[in-house]
């Protein structure tokens, strides 16, 4: 049964498709710890920088994948080179550098690296822009994380404190530098870090009214939040959507765990940011992966709130397997929620709207697999497409603290079941009466059953019913006949479904002009196919054998049908461009014997001048008049110069740069030749050429 | 009526001659340079004529350089002749210096047209 296999292979890519366009968020798996292998791979055993080598060492920490010996040797002596000689390298080479010991531990101890220390102090003190405060403080505080053997502190805590937050914006957003008024939502999750560090590298604590602006800033912040429908929310800039919210995630982490009075931010954009994250997939570029995996631990890990995720295993319920509804709650990267219970308190269905079939059901919880389910639906449960609504509530209310989840999760479901198709019956009927002819009952299962036969003066019925397990009306999404000569033509009618029956009647004396007159013997192909059906089929009912009349000289022919059907699929031909033909030119002898001859008349000229005695010696002698004669001549024989390079394409050449010295760009040469305006040459001409000119 | 002779044609190109070479040098260069700019365009039309006029803006450009250049020259002639009253006023160093500016800008378009 190779149509029953067809058809089910069709169900399976229905089903894949809903569960693919359905909203529902799955926590971090083992898919993004195999494809972190890939996007995090070395070159030749390590990173090009010290910033991608962090980033990677980061991401692979983690998901917990211990990869540290292959790579520690190799960026070990990079990082061991940095902070051995901080003098020539950068501020943020350092600090990366210092990220990286933070996990490879390259260097650690009690030894303080003294002038690294000195080079961050001065660095705080010297910043003014935002990302060498970043750098330099955030420096300081891996110092202070890695070096037991240290007490720093910045003495001057809240001076730098006060410096960075000058550099804040009246709508939460954050400056670079302070010549600069464009302001970014990116560098406001820098500098939360970056005071989050300056808090906890403060001698005594900072002035409390500062801590609280700061955080009516981020309230701010989090008005320019975005949306998208399905509940997830981000910040957006120039820097990517990702790379913007990570940055603000990471900010707000650092300030929470600084600080100790608690941060108070909305909860459903919480949960919206992680729904953000987790539904950008697996990202291909090792810069989002980073910020994807980096935001998200942040997330896991924090001191505001935990947003727990609701995720489902399968989006499709079989009605006929009597599976269980499986429902998962889970931190985003998977770990166990604390106790609480999931409700389900609206089935909604998508046809009928505003009805719920199941209301406010608790799901059990099965303690060994983690998983909450509802083992039974209710009678009135049929096939078709529901979006469910479940709660979170947490059982202890010291966690409702800690965690965060979404007030409503709305999941779409499709609930498969086998359809019962009856009073499959297939007929020829007399067209102007209505008597039936000849009628067969159909059965589905089997191929090739039915042969009729009919003229164009007769109908074609089919008609058939089809029924849900509750014995409900089903309209499938797909229902086709399909009826194909034997010189290939096909033809496809749609089978409409009114009342309780499906049906299809064809007219053949309509159609004679559609069936391009081809009498003979057409098989007849059912396809009935739906999402929610489980048993979808593809049926060869059989054939009939059409009697219809010749064709007129001017009626349309049948296409002309290919041989494989594939090659419709197959690539056009190539257009092959036709360029004008270039003309021919005179032999290459016969264009130099004219340029000698066009030289002729020039040695002419230089005949005819030595005749008539022309000379030159009232050139100016003295050294003014001299020098300012020659300018002139020199400034036109210039331009002449800049005439015949710009002719042979030295310059001024935009487009070709194949074999010609780019010496310079068109608006240079308009420049030059602006410069010889009308009125300066005028007048340098009036000075410079009257001796010469009365002397002729 | 007189019967022209050749004596006559000769009597006539004498006397031409004798009054031109009244003339002044710098006119006389001037008249040299138009005649050799419009000899050079002759070469290149009848290049055209023999051979072809296949980049025709090539051609087009040339000859009109060459007619151009010529007809500035004439101008210039025009404005330098000492004998022509109606430009007393203008300096020759002021005429020339127009022909220079109005040779350059004739020859830009010209090496644009090129091609």
Redesign the interface.
């Known amino acids: 049964m190779m149509a029953g296999g067809l058809a089910r292979f069709v169900v399976l890519i229905l089903a894949t498709a809903i569960c693919g366009a359905a909203s529902v968020f799955q926590p971090i798996s083992d898919s993004h710890r195999s494809a972190a292998l890939d996007v995090f791979a070395p070159v030749d055993g390590s990173y090009k920088s010290l910033d991608e080598a962090y980033e990677a060492l980061k991401t692979l920490e983690i998901l917990g994948i211990d990869k540290k010996s292959d790579l520690s040797s190799a960026t070990c002596e990079n990082v061991v080179k940095v902070l051995a000689s901080p003098s020539s390298s950068t501020l943020k080479d350092v600090f990366y550098a210092l990220s990286v010991n933070g996990i490879l531990k390259c260097k650690s101890g009690e030894d303080v690296p003294k002038d690294i220390v000195s080079k961050l102090q001065t660095g705080v003190k010297d910043a003014k822009l935002l990302l060498d405060f970043y750098y330099s403080v955030r420096g300081l505080v891996l110092v202070k994380e890695q070096f037991s053997g240290t007490d720093i502190s910045l003495g001057d805590a809240e001076a730098v404190f006060r410096s960075i937050k000058a550099l804040s914006q009246s709508d939460g957003k954050w400056r670079y530098s302070p010549n600069n008024p464009e302001s970014s939502t990116f560098a406001a999750g820098l500098a939360f870090e970056t005071l989050a560090g300056v808090i906890s590298l403060a001698p005594s604590e900072i002035d409390h009214s500062l801590i609280q602006t700061l955080k009516t800033g981020i309230t701010k912040l989090f008005d320019s939040i975005q949306k998208y429908d399905d509940g997830t929310f981000y910040f957006d800039e120039s820097e990517g959507p990702i790379s913007t919210t990570a940055s603000v995630i990471r900010g707000l982490k650092s300030f929470a765990a600084s600080e100790s009075t608690g941060l108070n931010l909305p909860g459903d954009r919480i949960v919206g940011l992680a729904k953000f994250f987790l539904g950008v997939g697996i990202p291909g570029d090792a810069k989002d992966f980073f910020n994807q995996i980096d935001a998200l631990a942040c997330l896991e890990d924090n001191r505001f709130s935990v947003p727990l995720i609701l995720s489902l295993p399968s989006t499709v319920i079989s009605l006929t397997k009597k599976e269980p509804l499986k429902v998962k709650v889970s931190t985003v990267f998977g770990s166990k929620a604390p106790a609480l219970s999931v409700k389900l308190s609206q089935a909604l269905s998508s046809g009928s709207k505003g009805s719920s079939v199941i209301n406010n059901q608790e799901l059990k919880f099965d303690a060994e697999s983690a998983t909450y389910f509802l083992e039974s639906f209710p009678k009135n449960f049929d096939v078709g497409k529901y979006t469910f609504v479940f709660e979170i509530l947490l059982d202890e209310s010291a966690n409702e603290k800690v965690y965060i989840t979404e007030a409503q999760t709305k999941v779409p479901i499709s609930a498969t079941g086998a359809i019962t198709i009856e009073n499959a019956e297939i007929a020829v009927l007399d067209s102007d009466v209505g008597s039936v002819e000849s009628q067969k009952k159909l059965d589905l299962t089997k191929d090739e059953a039915v042969s009729l036969s009919a003229n164009h003066l007769q109908k074609l019925r089919l008609s058939l019913q089809l029924t849900t397990p509750l014995g409900h009306v089903f309209k499938p999404h797909q229902a086709f006949l399909k009826l194909k000569h034997e010189s290939q033509v096909e033809h496809i009618f749609l089978v409409k479904t009114s009342g309780k029956k499906s049906e299809l009647v064809l007219d053949f004396l309509g159609l004679v002009e559609k069936l391009y007159y081809l009498s003979g013997k057409y098989e007849i192909q059912l396809t009935i196919g739906d999402a929610s059906m489980e048993n979808s089929l593809l049926s060869n009912i059989g054939h009939i054998e059409l009697d219809l009349p010749e064709r007129p000289e001017k009626a349309a022919r049948p296409p002309l049908q290919p041989t494989d059907p594939y090659s419709r699929y197959v690539p056009k031909a190539e257009i092959s461009h036709i360029f004008r033909v270039p003309e021919k030119l005179p032999a290459k002898q016969l264009s130099l014997v004219f340029l000698g001859v066009i030289v002729l008349p020039f040695i002419g000229f230089l005949i005819g001048l030595t005749r008539l005695g022309v000379n030159i010696k009232s050139f100016p002698s003295s050294v003014g008049a001299a020098t300012s004669a020659l300018l002139f001549h020199g400034g036109i024989g210039a331009v002449l110069l800049l005439y015949v390079l710009f002719w042979v394409k030295a310059i001024g050449s935009v487009h070709d740069s194949k074999g010609t010295v780019f010496a310079g760009s068109v608006s240079v040469v308009r420049r030059t030749q602006n410069t010889v305006s009308p009125r300066s040459s005028i007048e340098q001409a009036e000075i410079c050429l009257k001796d010469i000119y009365s002397s002729l | 009526m007189v019967k022209s002779t050749s004596k006559d044609a000769q009597d006539l190109f004498r006397s031409l001659h004798s009054a031109y070479s009244a003339t002044p ?2 006119l ?2 001037i008249d ?2 138009v ?3 419009v ?2 365009a002759l ?2 039309v009848a ?1 055209m004529a023999l ?2 006029s ?1 980049p025709f803006n090539s051609f087009l450009s040339g000859v009109l350089s060459c007619i151009g250049t010529a007809v500035l020259a004439v101008c210039l002639r025009i404005q330098v002749n000492k004998e022509n009253k109606e430009f007393k006023d203008l ?4 005429a ?3 022909f ?2 109005c040779n ?1 800008v004739l ?2 378009v010209i ?1 644009n047209f ?1 091609g």
Not at chain 2, 91 to 94: D, I, K, M
Request: proline share 3%; aromatic share 20%.
């Open positions: 040098t710098n006389k260069i040299l340079y005649v050799f700019s000899f050079t070469i290149q290049y051979v072809g296949f300096a020759p160093e002021r020339f210096a127009d220079v500016l350059l020859h830009l090496i090129l």
